[in-house]
């Protein structure tokens, strides 16, 4: 019987440790995401502000 709760604390300790660094994937992903997103919203400004000031006559 001893060996069963050894076995289950052992399954559960790696659960933890699988779900931990699954947390951890996933809060990464997310701070990419995040990334991408800003660099995007940076492009877009780049591109518009240049073909407004390009319709301005503005360089």
Avoid: W
Avoid at 21 to 49: E, G, H, M
């Amino acid at each position: 019987m001893c060996s069963k709760k050894t076995s289950e604390k052992v399954t559960e300790t790696y659960f933890q440790k699988v779900l931990k660094r699954q947390k951890s994937a996933n809060s990464t992903i997310q701070k990419v995401l995040i990334r991408q997103k800003d660099a995007q919203t940076t492009l877009f400004i780049k591109f518009y502000s240049k073909s407004f000031s390009n319709l301005l006559g503005i360089e």
